[in-house]
Each structure stands twice: as C-alpha cells, then as structure tokens.
C-alpha cells in the first residue's frame, strides 16, 4: 500500500537554475540563455522584476533543493497518432498523446531538455508550479521560444509544491494539438493511504481528424462563417451552434469536437483501470482541454475529493465534479466488485469521454454510458469556494495590500476576447504588485460564457483566506469570484482565460512585480 499525505513545507537554500544553451558543450560551461535570439529580459520594463533578475534568483535559492535532479528530455514533433482506433497526423510530444509522465518529488531539481522538431516557435509552460519566473515558458514575457526544426532549451527549477500538475506549450494553440503531459509531484511527507495511483487526463479532440487544425476552428470563429464539417450532433466538429450548460450559466463552449477523450483513448477503446475489490484508489483528474468543461462521475461509486489543483482541502463527498480547462482534482474512491465506467462528459455538448474500472467479471460499458450519479451532488464550479483548504495549507488572514479588479470583456460577435476591454500587450501590465504583500484580485465576468481563468507562478485563495488553494478557477457569466494570494514569487505573471481560443483571441494580461 502507497502511504502519502499532507504536503511539506519546502523552505530552505538551494543554488540558482536557469536556461541553458543545449550546443554539445559540458553543463558548466552553458551559458544562462535559450537558443533563440535576444532574452526578453532585456527589454524588460524599467522598474519592473526582469525575469532572470537578482529578485527571481533570491526566491529560487529559498526553495529547498533535496540533492536530487531528475532529468527528461522531451521533443515535440509532428506525426502519427493512434487515439484507440481513429489514427490522426497530429503535434505531440515524442510520438505519444498524452506525453510521458514525468514523476518527481517535491524538493527535486527538474532538468527538461526540449527539443522542437515543430514548423513553428514553442515553448512548455509548467502549469501550476510555484516556478522560477524564467522558466515559466511564457513568450515575450519570460523567455523567447524555442525555435522550430530543431532548436532547442533546456527547463531547470526547483519544484516546490507536491501535488498535480501537467505541462504544455504557451505558443498560440498549440496545446490543442495534442501537445501536454502529467507532471506528478510526490509529497515525501504524506500520510494519506491508498493502494493504487491513477492519472487521469481528459481531452477535446480535432487535430488531424478529416482535415481540421486548431488554427482553421480559430479562423472560422474569427470570422463568424461555418466549417467543413458542421453539426450539432455528437461525433461531428466544427463550431458550437447548439448547446447549454446550467453548471456552466448557458452557453458551455465554441468548438464541437469529434472525439473526447480519456488518456489519449477514445471512449469506443477505452483506457482500462484493473483493481480488486475493496482497493482504494487516487484518481489524479486533468482536465487539459482547451474548450470544454467536464462533469466527471464513476459509475455506482461515491468520490472522497481531497485535492484541487495540487493542494489539500477538508475532504468532501461527491458524485460528480465539473472540472474546468486547467483545473485539477485529486478523488479517493475505495472500489466494488465488477466494471465501472468512468465518465467524463462533455458538459452541454452532447458527447462524453470514458475509461473503464474493472474488479471482477462483466462486459464492457458502453460508449455513451451515463451513470446515475451524473444526477447528484457535483463538487466543483460555481461552488468551489465552499471548500476548505486543510489546516495547513490555508492562506492566512492578512490584511489587504492590494485590490486589483479584472473584468473579463469581449463577446462571440466579433470574437474580441479581452481584460479589462485592452488588446494583450505583454510590455504593459495589467497592475504592478510589490513583493511581500497580500493582493485580493477580483475577476469579474462581463460576458455572456463562462471562463476557467489561470494565474501563473502562485496558487490563490478562493472566496476568502481559508479557501481552496488553486491556480485555475471558474467565473460564470455575470459573475465575479474573489481570490487571495501574496506576492512571494517575483516576476512577471500573466493571468488568462484557459479556453484557448479565447486566450489566441486577446483573454491575457500580465499581472508584473515591481523591481523596488
């Protein structure tokens, strides 16, 4: 039996990481810069943190380094795919959907040599870690990217927190290629019990299916035309002209997608769990879509949530969780005797993806299975702040430093998507934060769709100090949701819609750190 709980507290001194130039030479003799050209350090606004600045370097040799590296190496290329069936030409990462997972320990020095064999620029942005500020792969703002047929970088941090995360580009739509991976931390500290550990990583899917890329469903949306092919029935792609979602306030998405799926397996071949009776299991829950928001459920089974997005809270029963691009819950769920499907439906879309539990004898369920517990008490969305961080890990009171509103703005008219009604301009901030302060954000949406929006390099309190700790959270139409955090990881962080094509569209600014 696995025995993991709270996670630990990781202060302490470690040396500096950075970037370094992969050109055959010794480690040592790297210099501390991408293969691309000119760092965008260097045209860092005056009197804002630059991104290898001596700030970002202080706050890394304060995470606590264990003595360990673990070492990867990832390429992200172009080919052939089997999704468990349908065999598509698609972008991955080293032949595979979803990427390797690379299993660390909390404390460990991550070292990722990424080798880009795309036709175009990318980067990885490690989604969730409390990271060093250049390496968070973000373009124009804390690193250039990576250069395409064959240009290389090397990823190094210190990894902080336990808990689950994953990692995908931050280049224009790329992670709707099929471009992301698990990034599992370990908490060495934990106590938690289980018998078994299970990733689970649920997907939209299109690229390389009858012709369709990520970039014509965006230039189709742009426009406001029709694609080739459209439907509103399940299993068909193009652009969303019907669907509602009440969990999601109306409208739940703009692309309709010909697959979903669950570990890079459609749901007519699922991926298959094998267990016994009686086993506890930790489902690890990544929603790494780009338009489409999931109601999860495991047939005839009640969910323990003891997770969101990395960080304990008080336990709480579920039937079913809606989990937002991004976002991530840890579930225990002690297994009966038989098969089970694990459902992830494709809220207000009219499609589901599946995995299968198996304990004993029975057949498989069918594709478009719809258990029960779809219909009961679901854990996640607009009720989020109604969890408890655990004990440990809640924020603290402080009082407020800072207030800074953001209004998500835009609309599917013209699809402008936006903050605060301004074109994304990575060289102008949102706000300007000081370091050491308590900053209350309040994101308040103007629009008529629901937005799962991310912040970079922290995790926040939501709805108060002893609220969920999480990096991603969902704001429902004519809603506003309020989140805590404090400025203990200098830089300059950007905060955005996890939709994609809202993202492409312009729904991203850059919350900077302030150099004095």
């Not at 691009?325 to 589901?352: C, H, I, Q, S, W």
């Amino acid at each position: 039996m696995i025995s993991i709980g709270r996670r630990a507290f990781l202060q302490g001194g470690i040396g500096t990481a950075g970037a370094v130039l992969l050109s055959g030479c010794a480690d040592g003799g790297r210099p501390d810069r991408p293969v691309a050209a000119s760092p965008p350090v260097s045209v860092t606004p005056s009197g804002l943190v630059r991104p290898d600045g001596p700030q970002v370097q202080a706050a890394e040799a304060r995470r606590h380094w264990n003595g360990t590296t673990r070492s990867y190496a990832l390429t992200a290329e172009v080919g052939e795919v089997d999704l468990g069936g349908p065999i598509v030409t698609c972008w991955n990462y080293d032949g595979r959907v979803p990427g390797r997972t690379l299993q660390v320990t909390a404390g460990d020095k991550v070292r990722v040599d990424l080798t880009n064999n795309l036709p175009e620029d990318t980067t990885i942005h490690w989604h969730g870690i409390a990271i060093r500020n250049n390496m968070d792969g973000v373009p124009d703002v804390t690193q250039d990217p990576v250069p395409d047929n064959g240009g290389t970088f090397r990823y190094e941090y210190i990894v902080p927190d336990p808990g689950t995360y994953y990692y995908h580009p931050h280049v224009g739509l790329q992670f709707d290629h099929g471009l992301y991976g698990p990034l599992i931390v370990a908490d060495p500290n934990e106590t938690m019990k289980y018998d078994h550990d299970w990733t689970v990583v649920m997907d939209d899917w299109l690229d390389g299916v009858d012709g369709l890329t990520p970039e014509k469903v965006y230039a189709a949306l742009k426009s406001g035309g029709m694609m080739s092919p459209t439907s509103s029935e399940p299993g068909s792609a193009g652009i969303l002209r019907k669907g509602s979602s009440k969990l999601l306030g109306g409208d739940p998405g703009d692309v309709r997608y010909p697959y979903y799926l669950i570990n890079g397996r459609v749901s007519k071949a699922p991926d298959v769990f094998n267990g016994k009776p009686g086993d506890t299991v930790r489902l690890r829950l990544i929603n790494a879509g780009a338009d489409t928001g999931f109601l999860v459920s495991l047939g005839d089974h009640r969910m323990k949530v003891v997770q969101t997005d990395g960080y304990p809270i008080d336990p709480v029963e579920a039937d079913a969780l809606l989990i937002g691009m991004g976002e991530r819950y840890d579930v225990l769920v002690t297994l009966k005797d038989g098969v089970f499907p694990l459902v992830a439906v494709a809220e207000g879309k009219g499609d589901n993806a599946l995995a299968v539990v198996r304990t004993g004898s029975g057949s498989t369920p069918p594709s478009d299975a719809r258990p029960e517990e779809l219909k009961g008490k679901v854990v996640g969305g607009a009720n989020v702040a109604q969890l408890t961080a655990a004990k440990d890990d809640r924020l603290g009171s402080h009082a407020i430093d800072q207030d800074i509103p953001i209004a998500m703005t835009g609309g599917m008219t013209k699809y402008n998507w936006s903050l605060d009604d301004r074109a994304y301009n990575p060289k102008v901030p949102l706000a300007v934060t000081t370091s050491g302060q308590r900053v209350r954000l309040t994101y308040t949406n103007t629009t008529s769709m629901w937005h799962p929006m991310h912040f970079h390099g922290h995790t926040f309190a939501v709805g108060g100090p002893d609220g969920p700790r999480k990096d991603t959270v969902i704001v429902l139409p004519g809603r506003s949701v309020t989140v805590e955090f404090d400025t203990d990881n200098p830089g300059q962080w950007v905060t955005h819609c996890h939709n994609a094509y809202h993202e492409q569209a312009g729904m991203i600014g850059v919350l900077a750190g302030a150099s004095r």
